[in-house]
């Protein structure tokens, strides 16, 4: 089997470690290109057998599975230098967000899924995001589905559900990271504390949290009920917390949305059949 993936970025060179040690692929099976050739010498180091691909379209020619991990606006030149080598039974996996099925479907012969991977997949954990293209079959879907079970929890979403999704999903570890990274901060500025035994503390506590509102389950009003008490130090933390952060993530969703919209556009235009060369 050939696997390809175009694009050795941060989210591609995260898919290919995390399949690897999953033991859903092997190095052997997986050619890669890229325009940054230290990002591919850096793989082949890390996952001996791992061939790099002369060019996209040697990457591209004769995969079973191609992975498209390039951004946005880079769409239009790789699939002008692709489309010809690619034949109906080839899937295309887009991991990029703002390039739609139908874009796709339209300029290229094969199957088309976009998949929306996270970055704590690279651990085995998190969601990614499914979007079925209009050519797969009953049996690519399951395969697909499989091959991703291995590093995260696939769940289907609507493509116009994408951008949200990708909030809570992929753009999520960003944000709690950034509200965790505060919470440490204040810790250590207040008390004095090593910032090692905070970040540990603090990286413990949002792991368990985690597991016990998936596994218990329990939503998040009914963890902050458990852990606060009508009057205690957690309720009137919780107030003030509450009070800070009003209309917070409104207002960070806002501006996905808007820059989602931007993007959507360049990209449209992009890859408008009237650019075609």
């Not at 080598?85 to 390039?99: E, F, G, K, R, Y």
């Not at 990614?128 to 049996?139: A, D, K, P, Q, V």
């Not at 963890?223 to 800070?244: F, H, N, Y």
Request: charged share 20%; aromatic share 6%; hydrophobic share 45%.
């Amino acid at each position: 089997m050939k696997i390809g993936f175009i694009g050795a970025g941060s989210m591609g060179s995260l898919l290919v470690g995390a399949f690897v040690r999953a033991g859903v692929m092997q190095p052997d099976d997986i050619v890669i290109s890229s325009r940054t050739s230290s990002k591919l010498t850096t793989l082949a180091d890390q996952y001996p057998g791992l061939q790099i691909a002369r060019s996209n379209r040697d990457a591209a020619n004769g995969a079973e599975y191609l992975f498209l991990c390039v951004k946005p606006m880079d769409f239009r030149c790789v699939l002008d230098e692709i489309s010809s080598v690619l034949t109906p039974n080839q899937i295309v996996i887009s991991i990029t967000s703002p390039v739609k099925i139908s874009s796709l479907e339209e300029l290229l012969p094969c199957k088309i899924v976009k998949i929306i991977p996270s970055v704590v997949n690279a651990v085995g954990s998190g969601a990614s995001l499914f979007m079925w293209g209009s050519r797969l079959t009953e049996e690519d879907q399951t395969t697909l589905w499989n091959l991703f079970s291995a590093i995260s929890q696939p769940i289907t979403i609507l493509e116009d559900e994408v951008r949200v999704a990708s909030d809570l999903s992929s753009c999520g570890p960003a944000f709690l990271a950034c509200l965790l990274e505060q919470f440490i901060d204040a810790a250590v500025m207040s008390t004095g504390m090593e910032r090692e035994t905070a970040t540990s503390l603090a990286c413990e506590m949002m792991l368990g949290t985690a597991r016990l509102m998936l596994e218990e389950p329990c939503s998040p009003s009914e963890l902050q009920a458990k852990v606060s008490v009508p009057g205690g130090i957690t309720a009137a933390a919780l107030d003030v917390l509450r009070k800070s952060t009003r209309g917070a993530f409104l207002q960070v969703l806002y501006t996905t949305h808007q820059k989602f919209a931007d993007d959507l556009d360049r990209v449209d235009s992009s890859l408008s059949p009237r650019e075609r060369t």
